[in-house]
């Protein structure tokens, strides 16, 4: 599975599910990007601390797969250096009625660039993340992943290049 957001217009139209729980949500946008023209957004401008917004996938069909990796670019600034929001990845092995989460970038971690009002990434401003670990029981018919992103007074946050590659089939 890729995603380069390269064919996506809107959100809407697509077969990403966007959930604004209190923030802005997420939207593509063009002319910023890790690679290519397009990337997905969340403008944190409008948000309040606490504000969860969510970014879920389609269902994907590992179920043919030992074990898998996971890997995205993602660009964010803090506005200063009180702010605290983070990034959750969640896996859900029944097409979303529960999920699992599976990496956690906090704000010390999740800053790619120095502390800015109204951050739009430069290309050296993207940083990648990875989960090596989906196997066993995430290796189903209907895998999802989310993005819930919780504000803690930052800025946008970017992310673009979602791959989900296999390490080795089952027999």
Not at 35 to 50: E, M
Not at 121 to 128: A, C, N, Q, T, V
């Amino acid at each position: 599975f890729e995603e380069s957001f390269e064919n996506i217009v809107h959100l809407a139209s697509s077969n990403w599910t966007s959930n604004n729980l209190g923030g802005p949500g997420f939207q593509v946008i063009s002319n910023i990007s890790s690679a290519g023209n397009k990337c997905v957004k969340l403008d944190n401008s409008q948000a309040s601390d606490g504000d969860i917004d969510e970014l879920i996938s389609e269902p994907l069909d590992l179920s043919n797969l030992g074990s898998a990796s996971f890997s995205f670019k993602y660009a964010f600034a803090k506005k200063n250096s009180t702010n605290n929001d983070y990034l959750k990845v969640l896996a859900s092995n029944d097409c979303g009625k529960t999920w699992s989460v599976r990496k956690i970038l906090q704000y010390s971690q999740l800053a790619t660039a120095t502390n800015q009002i109204n951050f739009i990434p430069k290309f050296s401003e993207w940083d990648e993340a990875s989960i090596s670990s989906i196997v066993g029981p995430y290796c189903v018919q209907n895998f999802r992943f989310k993005f819930e992103y919780q504000s803690g007074g930052g800025n946008n946050l970017y992310i673009d290049n979602i791959n989900i590659s296999y390490e080795n089939t089952t027999s």
